[in-house]
């Protein structure tokens, strides 16, 4: 995994505009369900908390039903360039992942390298990367109760928000793209030389 930090990183004093985030194909294995079962608990305890989901896939249509009219879940199929995501991640304070299943989640990397604390389900490289009370929180198995428990502690953090911030970008900081590509090349050199 690489991500370009040129593109994927903080961009200071910019407004907050979604409490949650999730970035993603939709398709069954990302629990879309759970993500909305989240939602609405966290919702009990901030009835103004924002989501903002930015993805299309084969459960588009069913988000769409599950979602309705809610003001505060905006839905966007997709954005043009790379720096748009990045922007998002950077108007969010939550970074969520409910899925079942991973490799990456990439966009749980790219929003981390953006400085924004990660609540996840532990699939692929999250619990490598997530240190609870320090960068955001683990929970496996998932808790709909305890994980909106955990993204409500985070969106109280107040001024220690910016400690879980840096300590997301901290911990994907060595996903760099060029060091990433060079690895891949130095990997291939290796098996070819085999």
């Known amino acids: 995994m690489y991500i370009d930090h040129a593109v994927f990183r903080p961009i200071p004093i910019t407004p907050k505009t979604y409490d949650m985030i999730f970035v993603g194909r939709l398709a069954s294995n990302k629990g879309l369900d759970r993500l909305l079962a989240v939602f609405n608990t966290v919702e009990k305890n901030i009835p103004s908390v924002r989501l903002l989901i930015l ?6 249509v069913r988000l769409a039903r599950q979602i309705g009219h809610n003001p505060r879940i905006t839905h966007i199929e997709r954005v043009p360039l790379a720096a748009d995501v990045a922007l998002l991640y950077n108007r969010s304070r939550v970074a969520v992942c409910t899925s079942f299943s991973e490799g990456g ?7 981390m390298a ?6 996840s389900t532990s699939v692929g490289l999250m619990s490598e990367l997530v240190r609870d009370g320090e960068n955001g929180f683990l929970v496996d198995p998932l808790s709909v109760e305890i994980m909106a428990e955990h993204i409500v502690r985070i969106l109280h953090l107040g001024e220690a928000y910016a400690i879980y911030s840096t300590n997301a970008v901290r911990a994907v900081s060595y996903f760099e793209y060029e060091k990433g590509i060079a690895e891949y090349a130095r990997a291939y050199h290796e098996l070819i030389a085999v």
Do not use: F, L
């Open 105 to 111: 989640p990439r966009y749980m990397v790219e929003a």
């Open 114 to 119: 953006c400085g924004v604390p990660a609540v």
């Open 55 to 60: 993805g299309s896939g084969p459960y588009g």
